[in-house]
């Protein structure tokens, strides 16, 4: 099991933007941190919840979803049990809590069972 810390949100004015943090941890165990993939998530109040980036757990695969082209970018960084999403550009429609979320599998396929959750990190986008 794995536990996912998050850090990096806040305030922000329009076209600012920030970096989001994501950090494993836990008990000791076999499985390391390149064998979660990780999906980057958030919700927007009054919405439901959307994919908004995900990385394989060695980081060659990665996929964004229904998102402004550019605004986002998703890494990680095996060394550290980190992964990164930055935010660039951000409108006040971007003003949600963004989640980390790691699978119990390193790639896509089989499709990601997100069944380990970060703590959430509010971004809130306004002037």
């Known amino acids: 099991q794995v536990q996912l810390v998050q850090s990096g949100g806040g305030l922000v004015q329009p076209g600012g933007s920030l970096r989001l943090s994501c950090v494993a941890s836990?008990?000791?165990?076999?499985?390391?941190?390149?064998?979660?993939?990780i999906g980057w998530f958030r919700r927007a109040p009054g919405k439901e919840r959307e994919f908004v980036a995900g990385?394989?757990?060695?980081?060659?695969?990665?996929r964004y979803g229904d998102i402004m082209p550019g605004q986002f970018t998703i890494s990680r960084d095996n060394a550290k049990d980190t992964a990164y999403l930055n935010l660039r550009n951000l409108r006040e429609e971007d003003t949600a809590v963004y989640y980390c979320?790691?699978?119990?599998?390193?790639?896509?396929?089989?499709?990601?069972?997100?069944?380990?959750w970060g703590q959430g990190a509010q971004v809130t986008v306004s002037s």
């Open positions: 990385i394989s757990g060695g980081g060659a695969a990665i």
């Open positions: 979320a790691a699978s119990p599998r390193r790639d896509w396929y089989p499709p990601p069972s997100y069944d380990f």
């Open positions: 836990g008990p000791p165990s076999v499985r390391t941190f390149s064998d979660y993939l």
